[in-house]
């Protein structure tokens, strides 16, 4: 059986604490992945120690517009995504003052990539965020995580602008990517 037919996909339920805690402990062992490798690893501990604590995700968990998606294979949670519905600050221009769904996280164990957990995410986050009566979905991704751009790209997902993004006293300018999910490809 391949993961992808093992693994099985959940929102984080506001009454476990342990799932914040799991996904606090799978945040911190994936978010530097994503990091430039030249980036100060001081910077990335204390990211991780700010945004991405069991109490921060306790809070998004609560949050009725954050949604907290677990993948789990073999009895333990190996990926996990966190997508906020309705978020206007940094929504690109061709969706502005439209219901959309951002992105904010989409991580996988290094061990597990390349198995389907991903991908299992990815429309977890898509058919969720259509339910929601979402009309795009967005996110930013440094210019330097080529594993991420191409995933995105192979989603039909396409740059549409740029932001600031900090880690510690580094600023990144990141693409926005989006799509539409009026259909069933997007």
């Known amino acids: 059986m391949s993961a992808m037919d093992a693994t099985s996909i959940e929102v984080a ?3 476990s604490p342990q799932d914040a805690e799991i996904v606090a402990a799978l945040a911190a062992r994936t978010f530097g992945d994503a990091c430039p490798p030249w980036l100060s690893r001081q910077y990335v501990q204390e990211f991780i120690d700010k945004e991405l604590s069991a109490a921060r995700f306790a809070s998004w968990i609560a949050e009725p517009d954050a949604h907290v998606v677990l993948a789990s294979a073999d009895g333990a949670v190996h990926g996990y995504a966190l997508w906020i519905d ?6 690109p221009s061709e969706f502005s003052g439209e219901r959309t769904a951002y992105l904010s996280k989409l991580y996988v164990d290094a061990d597990w990539r390349g198995d389907g957990i991903a991908a299992a995410l990815m429309q977890a986050v898509i058919d969720g965020a259509r339910a929601a009566g979402c009309v795009a979905l ?15 790209a192979k989603w039909g997902m396409r740059a549409v602008g740029r932001r600031d993004f900090a880690v510690g006293a580094h600023r990144f300018v990141d693409d926005l990517f989006a799509m539409p999910l009026n259909s069933p490809t997007g």
Do not use: I, S
């Not at 967005?138 to 995105?152: H, I, K, P, S």
């Open 13 to 15: 339920d506001t009454d």
């Open 86 to 91: 309705d978020v206007h600050a940094e929504v």
């Open 138 to 152: 967005w996110l930013g991704v440094n210019d330097e995580n080529a594993r991420a751009r191409t995933f995105y």
